[in-house]
């Protein structure tokens, strides 16, 4: 809105570059009387009507403040332009930015299930070592406390993930439209 603004602002000041012209017309009928009445019935008479037509015309001889006006717009939609990419850049930046983030925690997440998967086997192999007798059970609760540490941080790093989705969509400005009511026909 302001970079049309500006380029509103600067065909103002080109404009303002042409000489002037202004065309004036009036019509003046008088009515005289000693009541209302009677001057009412003298304006619609059509004696004594005045009319007058001018043309003004000016014509600045070097038009220095028009033109430095004029330069002044160019310049102020220049920088509005300017700072409108600036503002792109930086929305890019942030957006870029957040699905990196993205898909960090979400190979993140993929890791810590595979982890979680593996440390789950690794305890149900020691499960059954301690059923035929060749181990104990403090080696099985440190397996099981293993596998239960890997699956909290497999959620963990899940819910992480999801956050960071919704911190995108957030950023896109694409999480109202998906949950606001009456957006969808």
């Known amino acids: 809105n302001t970079v049309k603004a500006k380029k509103l602002q600067l065909t103002m000041k080109k404009n303002n570059l042409w000489p002037e012209m202004n065309l004036t017309a009036s019509l003046k009928r008088n009515g005289l009387g000693d009541h209302f009445k009677q001057a009412v019935q003298q304006i619609s008479e059509e ?12 014509i600045p001889l070097e038009n220095n403040e028009a033109k430095s006006q004029f330069k002044s717009a160019e310049l102020e939609k220049a920088k509005a332009l300017i700072e409108l990419k600036l503002i792109e850049r930086k929305v890019a930046t942030v957006i870029l ?27 149900e192999e020691q499960e059954k070592r301690f059923s035929h007798g060749r181990s104990d059970t403090d080696t099985l609760i440190r397996f099981q406390e293993d596998f239960l540490k890997a699956q909290r941080e497999a959620a963990q790093s899940k819910y992480e993930y999801q956050l960071s989705l919704i911190d995108l969509k957030r950023e896109e400005g694409t999480l109202l439209k998906e949950y606001w009511e009456g957006t969808n026909p």
């Open 47 to 58: 004696d004594n009507p005045e009319i007058f037509a001018g043309l003004n015309i000016s």
């Open 97 to 123: 930015n957040q699905a990196r983030d993205c898909q960090v925690l979400q190979q993140s997440a993929k890791t810590k299930e595979k982890i979680a998967d593996l440390q789950k086997k690794k305890f």
